[in-house]
């Protein structure tokens, strides 16, 4: 069964540290692999996303990830943080069927202190 | 952003009273997805439409029942509420399956006493 584990529910860095959120995933393929983040009484917006090709994902907002399929490993990273990028951040696997079912993380909530 | 709006954004109703949330885009997209968001569980897939008329079950789907009507609507439907389905409500819409981005709605927050 699909499932994804994001190792670390909260995490807090300093404004200008760099950030790394884990996330593992179990799936018996290669999967689609997504981050999305949600702000604060906000709906969810994609960060990135892998499908294939490049192992190294380049997203919006500066984030980047990349895909270790040797350790079903698909953190994202930022190599220094900003205020604004206090959210929740949700990794999900998504089926390669035509259904387009994500399954999601349990999410990482990041704080940015001063 | 996307064209999706959900209603109501907040709701409060009694335990066994029936609930209709409704979810309405205007991009055209095929595929349409109910979740559900609680507190360390991430968002779970509780129904999911591929056409109209053409829907199937998600990992929650006891208790939900859903319909598509239109390409345009897709409703979400609470039966006879119970405090275990207070949570916040997600509704997403994709061009098609297989990977592509979902684009969420802003979200209802369902509240049964």
């Known amino acids: 069964a699909q499932s994804v584990t994001q190792p670390d529910i909260h995490i807090t860095v300093s404004e200008g540290a760099s950030l790394e959120l884990r996330c593992n995933y179990s799936y018996g393929a290669t999967p689609y692999l997504f981050w999305y983040v949600q702000s604060p009484g906000q709906g969810l917006q994609l960060l990135l996303k892998?499908?294939?090709?490049?192992?190294l994902v380049q997203g919006i907002k500066g984030f980047e990830a990349e895909f270790k399929r040797s350790q079903s490993s698909f953190n994202l990273r930022k190599p220094s943080v900003h205020w604004s990028d206090a959210a929740e951040y949700f990794c999900d696997v998504g089926a390669r069927s035509n259904t387009g079912k994500l399954i999601f993380g349990q999410g990482t909530t990041l704080q940015v202190k001063p | 952003d996307a064209g999706i709006t959900q209603s109501p954004r907040h709701k409060v109703t009694e335990t066994g009273t029936p609930v209709t949330l409704r979810c309405h885009q205007t991009e055209n997209h095929r595929y349409m997805y109910w979740y559900r968001q609680d507190p360390g569980h991430g968002l779970r897939l509780i129904h999911y439409?591929?056409?109209?008329?053409?829907?199937d079950k998600g990992e929650v789907s006891d208790g939900y029942s859903v319909s598509r009507s239109k390409t345009e609507d897709f409703l979400l439907t609470l039966e006879s509420a119970t405090s275990s389905q207070t949570s916040v409500y997600f509704c997403?819409?994709?061009?098609?399956?297989?990977?592509?981005?979902?684009?969420f709605g802003p979200g209802t927050r369902l509240t049964v006493l």
């Open positions: 997403a819409i994709s061009t098609s399956g297989g990977g592509n981005e979902q684009f």
């Open positions: 892998y499908f294939s090709g490049d192992t």
């Open positions: 439409s591929y056409g109209v008329k053409d829907t």
